[in-house]
């Protein structure tokens, strides 16, 4: 198999990809692209992005081809041995997981639009670039030449994405028998040095603690945007972070420590999920959806255990690592969701809704509920092991046990070896948590309270937030109501998600809610609103202090104690 990648004019985003296949052997040959990327669990429909497509034989006669799904294509091969598919790709999004092409870069993640045959995804590829001679390329792929490629089959190539540019910023560092790469691309200035030191202390935890990696070398590739962004991606041997805006990327007090948090994240996905995958996506199937109830685990301990290795090697302090554990609560117990839809079935349904809020109050998140529900299943590891024994063994276990041996890892063998490492019943959690919508309270504290924290309750300091009950959004300038906290005073008098509020007690709304909002909290209250629809309305709020709003979460460290040590080490 052999893609060539070419453009002509960058600015109208549209890539060129030629296509080969050798061998072909078959009267009918069915052409694939993928419908989805691993890594967000939601169908993408790349193939809405293709404008041209035909099938020639090696002589360039074009073949007979028809379109028989959204993205699968029949070609008549007419006795060919040769097949080239030439098609484009239109390359105008700009995230973590698109493609892009401008006169600046070619940006391109390979599941967007590299086509396969369904039956031969494990057969040898070949990439060649014809892009500018003084481009440079980032990315985890094995170059046989300047500006090509080849990898072991598919799904080596299109879980290698690569940025080719000019402007590519780019360090390197060897780590516990492993060479790293920090490529910057966009607007930035990025200090290496500091980001050498930070990046080495979480890289060395993390390997030691499973001891060793699964590959020679690994690829941090930084696309750097003007605006505000946050997205990232694992792959096999490299990870695709969008950052923004780029004057606070280096900024401690901006968003420093959400680059360090991404990136902890995604280098912990080298085991968890590209190594230790579930059983339903062994092997991915990229031409349907994949369901499995195990967001939990990949994206659930990930966040968990992401954020807790750049605590224990000291990257975070504690106020920043408490900070990240604060938000998870806050997401928790302001998702009413949470009361429906269990974090098992809320992995399940994200190819219904992906990664949006989706209908209010319908489901949780795999991110969140799954990383609370991780620091209670390690805590309850610690508890019954004397303190020898955590989440992190379950993670050890599965990764020589399953990813080594080439399986995929079920529901059930993950309550398994939990029970196993733990020498006790894990049903409780499993099933009141992972598969049920319990109430997380309990079992949070006590966990909290083995380490020697404690869960700090406080009210909302937004009037509209803890007396009234609704939390919203900026969109486009205008205040939008995004959640409204059941039973409270907001959802009696009427108020509605995707309400606009338009002004308070007469005063035009500014973006400035909760000073306004505070500042006639003695007061009635009567809030201009706009329907979707378009229609006005005012809701008259009497001043009241009775509404059990929303609440600020927050966890605190009371004393150190061994098991609080024991918790950072194990």
Same mark, same amino acid.
């Given at each position: 198999?052999?893609?060539? &990648?070419?453009?002509?004019?960058?600015?109208?985003?549209?890539?060129? @990809?030629?296509?080969?296949?050798?061998? &072909? $052997?078959?009267?009918?040959?069915?052409?694939?692209?993928?419908?989805?990327?691993?890594?967000?669990?939601e169908?993408?429909?790349?193939?809405?992005?293709?404008?041209?497509?035909?099938?020639?034989?090696?002589s360039?006669?074009?073949?007979? =081809?028809?379109? +028989?799904t959204?993205?699968l294509?029949?070609?008549?091969t007419?006795?060919?041995?040769?097949?080239?598919?030439?098609?484009?790709?239109?390359?105008?999004?700009?995230?973590?997981?698109?493609?892009?092409?401008?006169?600046?870069?070619?940006?391109?993640?390979?599941?967007?639009? /590299?086509?396969?045959?369904?039956?031969?995804?494990?057969e040898s590829?070949?990439?060649e670039l014809?892009?500018?001679?003084?481009?440079? %390329?980032?990315?985890?792929l094995?170059?046989t030449?300047?500006?090509?490629?080849?990898?072991e089959?598919?799904?080596?190539? %299109?879980?290698?994405?690569?940025?080719?540019?000019?402007?590519l910023?780019?360090?390197? /560092?060897? #780590?516990s028998?492993v060479?790293?790469? +920090?490529?910057?691309?966009?607007?930035?200035?990025?200090?290496?040095?500091?980001?050498?030191?930070?990046?080495?202390? /979480?890289?060395?935890?993390?390997i030691?603690?499973?001891?060793?990696?699964?590959?020679?070398?690994?690829?941090?590739?930084?696309?750097?945007?003007?605006?505000?962004?946050?997205?990232?991606?694992?792959?096999?041997?490299?990870? %695709? @972070?969008?950052?923004?805006? $780029?004057?606070?990327?280096?900024?401690?007090?901006?968003?420093?420590?959400?680059?360090?948090?991404? $990136?902890?994240?995604?280098?912990?996905?080298?085991?968890?999920?590209k190594?230790?995958r579930?059983?339903?996506?062994?092997?991915?199937?990229?031409?349907?959806?994949? !369901?499995?109830?195990?967001?939990y685990?990949?994206?659930? %301990?990930?966040?968990?255990?992401?954020?807790?290795?750049?605590f224990?090697?000291?990257?975070?302090?504690?106020?920043?690592?408490?900070?990240?554990?604060?938000?998870?609560?806050?997401?928790? !117990?302001?998702n009413?969701?949470?009361?429906?839809?269990?974090?098992?079935?809320? $992995? /399940?349904?994200?190819? +219904?809704?992906?990664?949006?809020?989706?209908?209010?109050?319908?489901?949780?998140?795999?991110?969140?509920?799954?990383?609370?529900?991780?620091?209670i299943?390690?805590?309850?590891?610690?508890?019954?092991?004397?303190?020898?024994?955590?989440l992190?063994?379950?993670?050890?276990? +599965? !990764?020589?046990?399953?990813?080594?041996?080439?399986?995929?890892v079920?529901?059930?063998? !993950?309550?398994?070896?939990?029970?196993e490492?733990?020498?006790?019943?894990?049903?409780?959690?499993?099933?009141?948590?992972?598969h049920?919508?319990?109430?997380?309270?309990?079992?949070?504290?006590?966990?909290?309270?083995?380490?020697?924290?404690?869960?700090e309750i406080?009210?909302?300091?937004?009037?509209?937030?803890?007396?009234?009950?609704?939390?919203?959004?900026? #969109?486009?300038?205008?205040?939008?109501?995004?959640?409204?906290?059941?039973?409270?005073?907001?959802?009696?008098?009427?108020? =509605?998600?995707?309400?606009?509020?338009?002004?308070?007690?007469?005063?035009?709304?500014?973006?400035?809610?909760?000073?306004?909002?505070?500042?006639?909290?003695?007061?009635?209250?009567?809030? =201009?609103?706009?329907?979707e629809?378009g229609? @006005?309305?005012k809701?008259?709020?009497?001043?009241?202090?009775k509404?059990?709003?929303?609440?600020?979460?927050?966890?605190?460290?009371?004393?150190?104690?061994?098991?609080?040590?024991?918790?950072?080490?194990?």
């Open positions: 198999m052999k893609y060539i &990648v070419s453009y002509q004019n960058p600015n109208n985003h549209y890539i060129d @990809i030629e296509y080969i296949i050798d061998n &072909v $052997s078959s009267d009918n040959l069915e052409i694939q692209l993928p419908a989805w990327r691993p890594g967000r669990y169908l993408g429909n790349f193939a809405k992005n293709v404008q041209k497509w035909d099938a020639f034989d090696a360039g006669k074009l073949l007979t =081809s028809k379109k +028989l959204k993205d294509w029949e070609v008549e007419n006795g060919a041995n040769q097949v080239h598919i030439k098609y484009n790709y239109y390359a105008a999004e700009i995230n973590a997981g698109s493609s892009y092409l401008d006169d600046n870069q070619l940006y391109i993640n390979g599941v967007n639009c /590299f086509l396969y045959v369904p039956n031969r995804q494990n590829c070949e990439l014809i892009i500018p001679k003084d481009y440079e %390329v980032a990315s985890g094995t170059p030449n300047k500006h090509q490629f080849t990898t089959n598919f799904h080596e190539l %299109v879980d290698s994405p690569f940025i080719a540019s000019n402007d910023k780019h360090h390197t /560092f060897s #780590e028998g060479k790293f790469h +920090l490529w910057f691309n966009g607007e930035s200035k990025p200090d290496f040095t500091i980001l050498e030191t930070d990046f080495r202390k /979480f890289c060395k935890n993390q030691d603690a499973f001891g060793g990696f699964p590959v020679e070398e690994y690829h941090f590739l930084f696309q750097i945007l003007t605006y505000r962004t946050y997205h990232g991606v694992e792959h096999y041997n490299s990870t %695709v @972070i969008s950052l923004g805006p $780029s004057y606070d990327i280096m900024r401690k007090e901006g968003w420093y420590n959400e680059l360090l948090g991404v $990136s902890s994240h995604e280098l912990y996905h080298t085991w968890n999920v190594q230790i579930p059983i339903e996506m062994y092997p991915y199937d990229y031409s349907k959806e994949n !369901y499995t109830y195990l967001g685990i990949d994206e659930g %301990v990930t966040t968990y255990m992401g954020d807790k290795f750049l224990s090697s000291e990257v975070f302090d504690w106020e920043q690592y408490a900070k990240t554990f604060d938000q998870l609560l806050s997401k928790h !117990y302001n009413f969701g949470v009361n429906n839809y269990s974090v098992a079935q809320s $992995s /399940f349904d994200t190819w +219904l809704d992906g990664y949006v809020k989706g209908t209010p109050g319908r489901k949780g998140s795999i991110y969140t509920e799954g990383a609370l529900i991780a620091f299943t390690d805590v309850f590891i610690l508890k019954n092991t004397n303190n020898e024994k955590s992190n063994t379950v993670m050890q276990k +599965l !990764y020589n046990d399953y990813a080594l041996q080439g399986k995929g079920s529901d059930t063998d !993950y309550k398994n070896i939990v029970e490492i733990a020498g006790t019943d894990y049903n409780e959690i499993y099933s009141n948590l992972i049920g919508n319990k109430d997380y309270t309990p079992l949070l504290k006590e966990a909290l309270t083995y380490i020697g924290c404690k869960l406080k009210p909302s300091v937004n009037y509209h937030e803890a007396s009234l009950g609704f939390k919203v959004h900026i #969109e486009n300038g205008a205040t939008i109501v995004d959640n409204i906290y059941p039973n409270s005073i907001a959802e009696n008098l009427g108020l =509605s998600v995707n309400d606009e509020i338009i002004a308070i007690n007469g005063i035009k709304m500014n973006q400035d809610i909760e000073h306004w909002g505070n500042y006639f909290c003695k007061d009635d209250i009567a809030l =201009s609103i706009k329907r629809l229609t @006005i309305y809701l008259v709020f009497e001043s009241t202090d509404s059990e709003g929303f609440k600020d979460y927050k966890i605190v460290k009371c004393e150190s104690n061994n098991n609080f040590t024991q918790w950072l080490s194990v």
